[in-house]
């Protein structure tokens, strides 16, 4: 059973506009979430974190909000570039923790 | 340049014959850890090793085996690969446990 839920498979945004990512999570144990961002033929890259004693984190263009209440965290990238383009994986656990649960991934495709 | 290093890139063999993927890291980091990655799935821990000697299983460690004898090396062995092991498998690093970790390039492997 999935515990880390990316429920869109894709995503296409105009360029300089606003990217939404979404992801959901059922285990009220994770308390570290995490965003990885993956090319073609390349391994997943580290992007951004929360913890949650926050609710927000922001670098760069890039912005993660986390709704402990509703078991939601969301990634914002503003403005959307053309290089932004790749597959984008949440990813949760409990700090510190053995094992990250990956979600499934969201395609996004910035459109110049 | 800080890096994990996996080879094969590709791999294609046939039911049965043993193989062996292998993973290097030059970030002395202590933490390793092996996932697979298929549709519909996202990212799926099979072995992970928090030092020298120590492993441990992740979410599907069926017909995987692992070891640790150095600290930059945690290479994946598939005794008896069958064609449900056919998938994406990546290899990762981190100095603790889940924070950032970083992540090979991808070993694709087909098993017929």
């Known amino acids: 059973d999935q515990q880390v839920k990316q429920n869109s498979p894709s995503l296409s945004v105009q360029e300089g506009r606003i990217s939404i990512l979404n992801c959901d999570y059922t285990?009220?144990?994770?308390?570290?979430f995490l965003w990885y961002k993956k090319y073609p033929a390349e391994g997943p890259t580290f992007l951004i974190s929360?913890?949650?004693?926050?609710d927000k984190n922001e670098d760069g263009r890039f912005t993660v909000f986390l709704n402990k209440s509703a078991k939601h965290l969301s990634l914002h990238i503003v403005p959307s570039q053309p290089g932004d383009s790749a597959v984008y994986f949440c990813a949760a656990g409990p700090l510190g923790a053995n094992n990250l649960f990956f979600g499934t991934g969201t395609r996004l495709t910035v459109i110049p | 340049e800080a890096q994990v290093t996996q080879n094969p890139r590709y791999l294609i063999t046939v039911t049965g014959k043993k193989l062996t993927v292998t993973c290097s890291q030059n970030?002395?980091?202590?933490?390793m850890s092996w996932y697979r990655q298929d549709p519909g799935l996202g990212l799926r821990q099979i072995y992970y090793s928090m030092n020298v000697e120590v492993t441990d299983k992740g979410d599907v460690p069926e017909g995987y085996k692992v070891s640790r004898k150095e600290k930059r090396n945690f290479p994946l062995i598939l005794e008896s690969p069958s064609p449900n092991q056919t998938s994406l498998y990546f290899c990762?690093?981190?100095?603790?446990?889940?924070?950032?970790?970083?992540f090979g390039s991808g070993t694709r492997l087909t098993v017929v």
């Open positions: 929360i913890s949650s004693i926050k």
């Open positions: 990762a690093s981190s100095l603790q446990g889940s924070y950032g970790y970083t």
């Open positions: 970030m002395n980091h202590e933490y």
């Open positions: 285990n009220s144990m994770f308390d570290y």
